[in-house]
């Protein structure tokens, strides 16, 4: 008998991704300089980057950096419960906690090992964990990699989850959603949600990754944009590499949970620590985030240009309140062509395709940032409505 070579297999999956037009390609950014980069020797202003604060480069992340890898060095040396959890570790930790209203925080090295940690420890098999159908992969993976059962509703349908919810009522239950969906830019209806939960006693988690920095009164995020608590949303996730501009991830919520967590997520337990001056540049993001309103305020009023611009251009733009701005264009091959177009003028916006969206939903995901200017904006809104009349948009 001849046993299939895996190798082979994954080769022609990759053909056939090639043959319908969606194979992923790696780019190299070889210098970014606020809002523009350079790639393959060309300067390119970017929107598709997730750096929705422009803190990636600040000076005082860079400063922080250095100062505590000249003090430290760089990597922690090992996982945090043996000898790699630093005094820069603690501060961030309490940072966030107290910036998102929680009793705790927990760092992660990444939002997917995050939530692949949190799901691991909190459901067993005979559980239920009810998901918003376009929900980040790592959420769902978070949910079969612990073996329960995985259920999932109608985008942002309510009812839909608490028809999910009530198939199983006495088994324990988490419900899971993204708080802006990262390919849509929308925001889950959490109050709605939590209400749910509450009655249906199912604990609610949120993964804010795409709203901390960028919604509430201080860039808590959404579920404080919400009006919500901890008692709320018991079991909250955030990202560090987005409008922090950093890199990892944490969970926030009761001594409790995070108790919990440290005893049983196999995804903290078991891998090194992230550099501890990373960890400090990261607190100097949360500080400028906090105190820096005008950054989101500038957001704002980016987001609110380019959206008023696109309706006067008629262009198919997404109902998205957030700095995710996606251009829906259906077809994977018209995204493509339409982000190449785009590069020959000068942007860098990518095209987004099936698997990472639902067939005949492929699109250009245009991110928005407190580094891009007016005129930025304007020069891309004239760029679609030229590519408009020529056909791809």
Same mark, same amino acid.
């Given at each position: 008998?001849?046993?299939?070579?895996?190798?082979?297999? +994954?080769?022609?999956?990759?053909?056939?991704?090639?043959?319908?037009?969606?194979?992923?390609?790696?780019?190299? *950014?070889?210098?970014?300089?606020? @809002?523009?980069?350079?790639?393959?020797?060309?300067?390119?202003?970017?929107?598709?980057?997730? $750096?929705?604060?422009?803190?990636?480069?600040?000076?005082?992340?860079?400063?922080?950096? /250095?100062?505590?890898? $000249?003090?430290?060095?760089?990597?922690?040396?090992?996982?945090?419960?043996?000898?790699?959890?630093?005094?820069?570790?603690?501060?961030?930790?309490?940072?966030?906690?107290?910036?998102?209203?929680?009793?705790?925080?927990?760092?992660?090295?990444?939002?997917?090992?995050?939530?692949?940690?949190?799901?691991?420890?909190?459901?067993?098999?005979?559980?239920?964990?009810?998901?918003? /159908?376009?929900?980040?992969?790592? +959420?769902?993976?978070?949910?079969?990699?612990?073996?329960?059962?995985?259920?999932?509703?109608?985008?942002? !349908? #309510?009812?839909? @989850?608490?028809?999910?919810?009530?198939?199983?009522? $006495?088994?324990?239950?988490?419900?899971?959603?993204?708080?802006?969906?990262?390919?849509?830019? !929308?925001?889950?209806?959490?109050?709605?949600?939590?209400?749910?939960?509450?009655?249906?006693?199912?604990?609610?988690?949120?993964?804010?990754?795409?709203?901390?920095?960028?919604?509430?009164?201080?860039?808590?995020?959404?579920?404080?944009?919400?009006?919500? +608590?901890?008692?709320?949303?018991? #079991?909250?996730?955030?990202?560090?590499?987005?409008?922090?501009?950093?890199?990892?991830?944490?969970?926030?919520?009761?001594?409790?949970?995070?108790?919990?967590?440290?005893?049983?997520?196999?995804?903290? *337990?078991?891998?090194?620590?992230?550099?501890?001056?990373?960890?400090? @540049?990261?607190?100097?993001?949360?500080?400028?985030?906090?105190?820096?309103?005008?950054?989101?305020?500038?957001?704002?009023?980016?987001?609110?240009?380019?959206?008023?611009?696109?309706?006067?251009?008629?262009?198919?733009?997404?109902?998205?309140?957030?700095? *995710?701005?996606?251009?829906?264009?259906?077809?994977?091959?018209?995204?493509?062509?339409?982000?190449?177009?785009?590069?020959?003028?000068?942007?860098?916006?990518?095209?987004?395709?099936?698997?990472? #969206?639902?067939?005949?939903?492929?699109?250009?995901? *245009?991110?928005?940032?407190?580094?891009?200017?007016?005129?930025?904006?304007?020069?891309? +809104?004239?760029?679609?409505?030229?590519?408009?009349?020529?056909?791809?948009?």
């Amino acid at each position: 008998m001849t046993r299939p070579s895996l190798t082979e297999r +994954l080769a022609a999956n990759s053909a056939e991704r090639a043959r319908a037009g969606l194979l992923r390609r790696l780019r190299t *950014i070889e210098h970014a300089d606020g @809002a523009w980069v350079r790639s393959g020797g060309r300067r390119l202003l970017s929107f598709c980057s997730n $750096d929705y604060l422009g803190l990636a480069q600040h000076p005082s992340l860079v400063d922080a950096l /250095k100062r505590a890898a $000249d003090d430290d060095g760089v990597g922690s040396g090992s996982a945090h419960l043996i000898c790699g959890h630093r005094a820069a570790h603690a501060a961030l930790e309490e940072a966030l906690a107290e910036w998102t209203g929680r009793e705790r925080a927990l760092l992660f090295s990444t939002g997917y090992m995050a939530n692949l940690g949190v799901m691991q420890a909190l459901l067993n098999r005979d559980d239920v964990c009810v998901q918003d /159908k376009l929900n980040h992969a790592c +959420l769902l993976d978070g949910a079969q990699l612990a073996g329960c059962e995985l259920k999932r509703y109608p985008h942002a !349908d #309510v009812e839909g @989850a608490a028809r999910q919810l009530r198939a199983r009522p $006495d088994a324990a239950a988490l419900l899971a959603t993204d708080g802006v969906f990262s390919m849509d830019g !929308d925001i889950a209806p959490l109050g709605e949600l939590a209400a749910l939960c509450q009655r249906e006693s199912a604990t609610f988690m949120v993964d804010d990754a795409h709203g901390l920095g960028v919604l509430g009164a201080q860039g808590e995020g959404s579920v404080s944009a919400a009006g919500l +608590l901890q008692d709320d949303v018991p #079991v909250l996730m955030a990202t560090l590499g987005k409008a922090l501009g950093c890199s990892g991830a944490f969970v926030a919520g009761s001594a409790a949970l995070i108790d919990g967590l440290v005893q049983s997520a196999r995804t903290y *337990i078991y891998t090194t620590a992230m550099p501890p001056a990373l960890a400090a @540049a990261t607190l100097a993001a949360v500080r400028l985030a906090q105190s820096e309103a005008w950054r989101r305020e500038k957001l704002q009023a980016l987001i609110a240009r380019f959206r008023t611009g696109a309706a006067q251009l008629g262009l198919p733009l997404m109902p998205s309140p957030t700095a *995710i701005q996606p251009l829906l264009l259906g077809d994977a091959q018209a995204a493509l062509a339409a982000s190449q177009a785009l590069e020959q003028q000068g942007f860098l916006v990518t095209a987004i395709r099936p698997p990472t #969206v639902p067939q005949g939903k492929a699109r250009l995901r *245009i991110t928005l940032s407190a580094a891009h200017e007016e005129s930025d904006v304007d020069r891309l +809104l004239e760029a679609l409505s030229g590519l408009r009349a020529g056909g791809p948009v």
